[in-house]
């Protein structure tokens, strides 16, 4: 195993601007659908985008995937682990607001509502398509404009690219096996 594209990741983690991700993630080789399944822990990678910080405050745990039809985007903990319904989430508003979403305040004082969006039915399925060039895994959205394509970093940590319609660039964000 090449430790440099971990270090790399662990570097940019610390925050790095949307070029510089992509670069990145250009640089790492595909994934195959069968290597996602699997219950995944999420992280956001910093770049400005304008969902930086709303995830984790939330509660964020990260992604489930069971099978190439049953996928579990949005999993988050708090008083257990739940699935959330990604068709629940009004994503324009959550765009056009962020900034001001961003306040820990409103984050925590949204939190429980949370669990009146859980589901224990799928929202996304997996598929190899090819995103700038590369055929790699990924997820697509049952219920919203959304693409998250994923590129490996090691055996147990991929790099997403959330490509979301109307967005010029991608939502970046990492998962690690559990």
Known sequence: ?????????????AGTDAGTALAFFD?????QVADMYGSWRGTELPTGHPLDGLLEPLGWYG????????VFPLVFSG???????PSLVPLPMVLRFSPMLRKR???????????????????????MTEYRGV????MIYDALPVLDVFRRVDADTVLGAMDLRG???????VLRRD
């Open 167 to 173: 967005v010029r660039l991608p939502f970046f964000f």
């Open 1 to 13: 195993m090449d430790p440099v594209p971990l270090q790399r990741l662990q570097d940019l983690q």
């Open 135 to 138: 055929s790699s895994a990924t």
């Open 27 to 31: 640089s790492l080789p595909p994934v």
């Open 79 to 85: 008083g257990g682990v739940f699935n959330v319904n």
């Open 105 to 127: 305040e409103l984050l925590a004082s949204a939190r429980p509502f949370l669990r009146v969006a859980r589901t224990r039915r799928p929202g996304a399925r997996l598929r």
């Open 63 to 70: 992604k489930r995937f069971d099978g190439a039809e049953e």
